[in-house]
């Protein structure tokens, strides 16, 4: 059996699902985040050791000034709820982003999440936050760049020493990405991470994910043959 260790989830939906039942889209953000708990949970029961959850990203600025600025609430209402039971559970918060660029508060609750769980061991629950994937891949590029000027790196980089500059250099590569809400394409998430990731598009939107649907995503990863470049056997 292929063992699924990291799996990302692109979240989508939460507005729509909530427009569509006459309800305003931060209540889709409310039982999206609810939802993450569940979904964390299954997860780590099935056998998942990392989780990465795409949050909010740095194009979602652009959204309703109210949206976003309930969004940024989210997370102190979220950890309030299940902070204690992630730690009871031994999950790990690992928050990946630009965080400095948010606000101070919430900045705060998300690094007061990360310095809790630490020293936990199990699932590392990764929740990206003010994240983009080219975002992201230009400071690695720019870290490096400053390293080889500092003496510290030279020019003979390679894919690994690379990984080193990313937000996800403890993490291994993406074996399974998920998108819900049926939209198929990335939308600047863990673009190197995923390169030789298997990729799924599911019909139901995020807080319409359920245990159940993960199950079915697993199922069809195992049923994925993974060649990596290779050529099959026959």
Wanted: glycine letters at 6%; aromatic letters at 10%; charged letters at 25%.
């Amino acid at each position: 059996m292929k063992e699924c260790k990291h799996l990302a989830i692109i979240m989508d939906c939460n507005g729509r699902w909530a427009k569509a039942q006459g309800k305003p889209r931060t209540a889709g953000h409310l039982v999206g985040a609810d939802n993450v708990r569940t979904i964390a949970i299954a997860a780590n029961e099935m056998g998942i050791k990392y989780l990465t959850l795409y949050a909010f990203s740095t194009e979602n600025w652009k959204r309703s000034q109210d949206e976003v600025g309930y969004i940024m609430k989210l997370p102190s209402i979220f950890f309030k709820k299940y902070m204690q039971e992630f730690l009871d559970r031994g999950f790990k918060m690992n928050i990946l982003g630009e965080l400095d660029k948010l606000p101070p508060a919430t900045h705060k609750v998300l690094q007061d999440a990360m310095d809790e769980s630490v020293n936990n061991t199990g699932l590392n629950l990764n929740i990206c936050m003010n994240y983009g994937s080219q975002r992201e891949i230009l400071l690695a590029a720019k870290h490096y760049a400053q390293d080889v000027l500092d003496g510290k790196a030279d020019l003979s980089l390679d894919e690994e020493g690379f990984e080193k500059y990313l937000m996800t250099k403890d993490f291994p590569p993406v074996d399974l990405l998920v998108r819900t809400s049926g939209e198929l394409r990335i939308s600047n998430y863990l673009l190197w991470q995923i390169a030789y990731a298997e990729l799924e598009f599911v019909p139901e939107s995020w807080p319409e994910f359920t245990p159940e649907v993960l199950k079915r995503c697993l199922d069809e990863y195992q049923n994925r043959d993974r060649r990596f470049g290779g050529v099959k056997n026959v």
